[in-house]
């Protein structure tokens, strides 16, 4: 099981998207995650996501950058 932590960096795995849509994790509650959302360095917004799609499936996201050490601890 995935363990979703806050400060991770995820990537969406959706083959459809043209840019590389980056989620770093900023809060989670609720069994959602509240995401602050990149497009290179360009950021683009907020978007809150279930904690079930953090999975590397084709319509889900795959870890890409450990939460630093010092951030809030997440849940799986």
Not at 1 to 30: C, F, S, T, Y
Not at 51 to 75: C, D, I, M, Q, W
Request: aromatic fraction near 8%; proline fraction near 3%; glycine fraction near 10%.
């Amino acid at each position: 099981m995935i363990h979703v932590k806050v400060g991770q960096v995820w990537v969406d795995n959706d083959p459809r998207v043209v840019a590389i849509r980056h989620l770093k994790v900023e809060e989670i509650k609720d069994g959602k995650a509240r995401c602050a959302v990149f497009y290179g360095r360009r950021g683009a917004g907020w978007t809150k996501i279930s904690l079930h799609r953090f999975k590397p499936t084709s319509n889900g996201y795959r870890l890409v950058n450990e939460a630093k050490e010092g951030e809030k601890n997440g849940h799986s």
